[in-house]
């Protein structure tokens, strides 16, 4: 197939999504009063453990449903919620020292966060959105282990730490039906694939 064939078929296909686009209808977009957002996270940002996963669950509810924008189909929430997530040593670092404490290979970390974040969101299709956010997230973080310590050390139990850090992301929202769809979300501190519920 020739690279104009290619082109004219490729037009004729986006035709319909682009005779549907939303993004210049302020306001074109379903009225929700709360999104909920159950997912699947990767923790990606430890510096010595490996990846963590587990589970987690976001509200958001939008207080600008017009705007900041308003010639186009955008609006503004608020997002809070709760992520677990489980992660082991990286082989990379057989030995850790974690707030004066040693711990070995033997090392896991749970980490529960609660992220509180202003959600912006870009109405493109009727079953397409994408979105950017950015806050901050409270963690506390939990160590087990280090029961394979080398070189002499001394290994203690169990320890843990409460924080903060920043959180910022982009994603897109994809659904379904009306009220139901699928959620990618990329950002910092983790990865999260979920389902969205706007009621």
Known sequence: ?????????????AAPALASAQ???PGAHKRYSVELEPHLLVQWNESCASDGFGPGFR?????LDNGP?????NNMGIGFGLDWAHSG???RCPAYYRNGVYYGDGYTADIW??????????FLLPKVSVFGEAGIVF???RYDGAFNCANGNV????????????????GGRFLISDSVGFLLRIGYPYLSAGVSILL
Request: aromatic share 14%.
């Open 139 to 141: 963690q506390h973080r």
């Open 59 to 63: 509200a958001t509810i939008p207080f």
């Open 89 to 91: 040593i990286n082989s």
């Open 1 to 13: 197939m020739r690279f104009t064939q290619f082109c004219v078929v490729l037009g004729v296909l």
């Open 69 to 73: 924008i308003p010639k186009i189909n």
């Open 155 to 170: 290994c203690y139990g169990p320890g843990s730490e409460n924080g903060w850090d920043a959180s910022f992301a982009a």
């Open 113 to 122: 966060q609660v992220p509180v974040v202003v959600q912006w969101n870009f």
């Open 23 to 25: 993004i210049k209808e």
